[in-house]
């Protein structure tokens, strides 16, 4: 039995220990730490959270102001066929992101109201010079070419940029703008910015940029000699259509009547 805290049987007696002032204030210390761990990791989830939720948000379908409006964008998957562009990491080729993306960009713009004119539709070979005749033709408000990067120097390079006219108006910085907006949105490695002419002349330009007569834009969707760009397209291709509809919506709100 116990007596004032002594167990009494047999030869045997223990005392019941009672913590020290010391061992009570670790305790409290360890309890206080613990709650403070705890309290930052429910911020950073809340955080993380927040920003998940923002950018679902702004993914949502961007529509036409005027339902009546009749407009038409030229989406032009780069490469394909026997030209398959730039080579990933992984040995993806760079004509089936284009063409996979191209078709998402299609379908949501179609599901905003406006009419969409594809250069190619499969794994076809696709003339250079027939893409800008085929958005001429069809007489377009904008033509974006879709496209993936490369470098040398494998995973030191990355992040999205767009090419625009050497003349650099204000519609076109508007419509690529208004993209790379609502790309970041989604989430990027990095922004490249908006450039104007070739890789090696600002005062040349690419062909289907230089033989459209409309706006015209090609869309570099991160490099594929970096791991980071190569896991962001394919983790985020659905929400990088969406945000690119939604930037060309937004363009065509205000820039084409």
Same mark, same amino acid.
């Given at each position: 039995?116990?007596?004032?805290?002594?167990?009494?049987?047999?030869?045997?007696?223990?005392?019941?220990?009672?913590?020290?002032?010391?061992?009570?204030?670790?305790?409290?210390?360890?309890?206080?730490?613990?709650?403070?761990?705890?309290?930052?990791?429910? &911020?950073? *989830?809340?955080?993380?959270? =927040?920003?998940?939720? !923002? $950018?679902?948000?702004?993914?949502? /379908?961007?529509?036409?102001?005027?339902?009546?409006?009749?407009?038409?964008?030229?989406?032009?998957?780069?490469?394909?066929?026997?030209?398959?562009?730039?080579?990933?990491?992984?040995?993806?080729?760079?004509?089936?992101?284009?063409?996979? &993306?191209? *078709?998402?960009?299609?379908? =949501?713009?179609?599901? !905003? $109201?406006?009419?969409?004119?594809? /250069?190619?539709s499969?794994?076809?070979?696709?003339q250079?010079?027939?893409?800008?005749?085929?958005?001429?033709?069809?007489?377009?408000?904008?033509?974006?070419?879709?496209?993936?990067?490369?470098?040398?120097?494998?995973?030191?390079?990355?992040?999205?940029?767009?090419?625009?006219?050497?003349?650099g108006?204000?519609?076109?910085?508007?419509?690529?703008?208004?993209?790379?907006?609502?790309?970041?949105?989604?989430?990027?490695?990095?922004?490249?910015g908006?450039r104007?002419g070739?890789?090696?002349d600002?005062?040349?330009?690419?062909?289907?940029?230089?033989?459209?007569?409309?706006?015209?834009?090609?869309?570099?969707?991160?490099?594929?000699?970096?791991?980071?760009?190569?896991?962001?397209?394919?983790?985020?291709?659905?929400?990088?259509?969406?945000?690119?509809?939604?930037?060309?919506?937004?363009?065509?709100?205000?820039?084409?009547?």
């Amino acid at each position: 039995m116990f007596i004032d805290g002594i167990f009494i049987g047999g030869n045997m007696s223990k005392r019941k220990k009672k913590m020290t002032v010391k061992q009570l204030r670790a305790l409290v210390a360890f309890l206080v730490v613990i709650n403070i761990i705890l309290l930052i990791c429910v &911020l950073v *989830l809340g955080i993380f959270l =927040a920003k998940a939720n !923002s $950018g679902k948000a702004r993914q949502q /379908t961007v529509r036409l102001k005027k339902a009546n409006d009749t407009y038409t964008v030229c989406v032009d998957a780069g490469h394909g066929g026997s030209d398959v562009g730039a080579v990933g990491l992984d040995g993806s080729y760079e004509k089936d992101d284009n063409l996979r &993306l191209a *078709l998402k960009v299609a379908d =949501a713009l179609e599901k !905003s $109201g406006v009419n969409v004119v594809l /250069t190619r539709s499969d794994d076809s070979d696709t003339q250079l010079a027939s893409r800008s005749v085929i958005a001429n033709k069809a007489k377009a408000d904008l033509f974006v070419s879709l496209h993936r990067n490369s470098t040398a120097t494998a995973n030191t390079t990355k992040g999205i940029e767009i090419w625009i006219h050497s003349s650099g108006s204000e519609r076109s910085y508007a419509a690529a703008d208004d993209i790379l907006t609502n790309l970041e949105e989604v989430g990027i490695t990095d922004n490249r910015g908006v450039r104007i002419g070739t890789q090696g002349d600002s005062d040349d330009d690419y062909a289907v940029i230089r033989d459209t007569d409309m706006t015209s834009m090609i869309i570099e969707m991160g490099f594929m000699t970096s791991q980071d760009d190569l896991d962001y397209f394919n983790e985020n291709i659905e929400n990088y259509a969406k945000a690119i509809s939604n930037g060309i919506v937004e363009w065509l709100n205000e820039y084409v009547e």
